[in-house]
T-cell receptor, first 109, second 113 residues
């Protein structure tokens, strides 16, 4: 089977940098994705890593290390609007997505 | 603008009722999914479909069934609703491929009383 682990909560202040880790156990997958979900909203796609290394999209970066079964999402210059839940996910070879339990990020003024 | 639309934002149903949750996507995606979201448990896959009339069980299919008669529509059916099925239900769709993302509907908050 597949499973992903994330911290349940992270708190940081505006302007800071925060890293949300994701460790996984899966038999095979195409890549690691990150999704953001605001309270009452739908999850929305943030980033995708097919290969090992760092992908940067504006203030957000994501990293994958397949040898360590580990990835992270890095959020820089935190803003209040970044307060949300963040999910890592893998797309497995059967084409469905497996999600982690989510990390609730609280950004304080 | 791509869109996944779920028929209801909020539903209240009685124990034992048959419940239908409808989902429509306008992106011509092959794959559609139903997830259940509960606090601390993330998104758990109930069923997914990779083509019309095709379906695969996810991690928690018990008590649910699905129907996909047309490519754009994927329905989740609770055969006999129970209180432990009170939850947020999220529909998603995606194209087939390695780098594709999942697009989600706004969710249906179902309460079974």
């Amino acid at each position: 089977g597949q499973s992903l682990e994330q911290p349940s909560e992270v708190t940081a202040v505006e302007g800071a940098i925060v890293q949300i880790n994701c460790t996984y156990q899966t038999s095979g997958f195409y890549g690691l994705s990150w999704y953001q979900q605001h309270d009452g909203g739908a999850p929305t796609f943030l980033s995708y890593n097919a290969l090992d290394g760092l992908e940067e999209t504006g203030r957000f970066s994501s990293f994958l290390s397949r040898s360590d079964s580990y990835g992270y999402l890095l959020l820089q210059e935190l803003q209040m609007k970044d307060s949300a839940s963040y999910f890592c996910a893998v797309r497995v070879y059967g084409q469905n997505f497996v999600f982690g339990p989510g990390t609730r990020l609280s950004v304080l003024p | 603008d791509v869109k996944v639309t779920q028929s209801s934002r909020y539903l209240v149903k009685r124990t034992g009722e048959k419940v239908f949750l409808e989902c429509v996507q306008d992106m011509d995606h092959e794959n559609m999914f139903w997830y259940r979201q509960d606090p601390g448990l993330g998104l758990r896959l109930i069923y997914f479909s990779y083509d019309v009339k095709m379906k695969e069980k996810g991690d928690i299919p018990e008590g649910y069934s699905v129907s996909r008669e047309k490519k754009e529509r994927f329905s989740l059916i609770l055969e006999s609703a129970s209180t432990n099925q009170t939850s947020m239900y999220l529909c998603a769709s995606s194209a087939t491929g390695k780098n594709t993302e999942a697009f989600f509907g706004q969710g249906t908050r179902l309460t079974v009383v």
